[in-house]
């Protein structure tokens, strides 16, 4: 049980145009779901947390305008990358809070982005 | 702020090897919880094990086993007989509640030679 479905696994885009990145908890509710980026070699960043009904709350230093997140269902959270440049590139990581299963938390298995 | 850091950015042993990857943490919070991840090169997060603040008490699983030291606010983590499958990258994290964010150390890559 709880499993984060999240797609694309892998996406090539062109610099301008926008990327929508699903997250979706299969078989539980997720009133909250986390979006976090990680560059290569790097650790991940917390970019925003989503919380089903209402707006996101974005960490420092991330362009709410630029990664539109939407939390529309209890299943369902999606990132919107808009106007994508290369340096949007970067593997994108949801993970949804569930009060049962790995104490709550549950990963979804990546999105990388490429910007070309 | 929290903060979780993992100073060993890539450590390589031969098979069979032990290995230990050491994390600190800090927080103001009386009540935490630490966690590792295993994250293959594919990806994903592969939970390990979460300690909350007031087990102190040491874990192993297999060949894996977990030290926490509030005192040194440290939890570190022992691969015993290392094998080729255990080569991936390991993360420290850190969460001040049940389900809240995590914040993660900058990583330590694991490489097993065989």
């Given amino acids: 049980g709880a499993v984060v479905s999240q797609h694309p696994s892998r996406v090539i885009c062109k610099s301008g145009t926008s990327v929508k990145i699903e997250c979706r908890s299969l078989d539980f509710q997720a009133t909250t779901m986390f979006w976090y980026r990680q560059f290569p070699k790097k650790s991940l960043m917390l970019m925003a947390t989503s919380n089903e009904g209402s707006k996101a709350t974005y960490e420092q230093g991330v362009e709410k305008d630029k990664f539109l997140i939407n939390h529309a269902s209890l299943t369902l959270s999606t990132l919107t990358v808009t106007s994508a440049h290369p340096e949007d590139s970067s593997f994108y990581i949801c993970s949804a809070q569930h009060h049962t299963t790995n104490y709550g938390y549950t990963f979804g298995s990546g999105t990388r982005l490429t910007v070309v | ?114």
Avoid: H, M
Avoid at chain 2, 29 to 53: A, C, H, M
Avoid at chain 2, 54 to 62: L, P, V
């Fill in chain 2, 1 to 114: 702020a929290q903060k979780v850091t993992q100073a060993q950015t890539e450590i390589s042993v031969v098979e069979k090897e032990d290995v230990t990857l050491d994390c600190v943490y800090e927080t103001r919070d009386t009540t935490y919880y630490l966690f590792w991840y295993k994250q293959p090169p594919s990806g994903e997060l592969v939970f390990l094990i979460r300690r909350n603040s007031f087990d102190e008490q040491n874990e192993i699983s297999g060949r894996y086993s977990w030290n926490f030291q509030k005192s040194t606010s440290s939890f570190n983590f022992t691969i015993t007989a290392s094998q080729v499958v255990d080569s991936a990258v390991y993360f420290c994290a850190l969460s001040k509640a049940a389900g809240n964010k995590l914040t993660f150390g900058g990583g330590t890559r694991v490489l097993v030679k065989p």
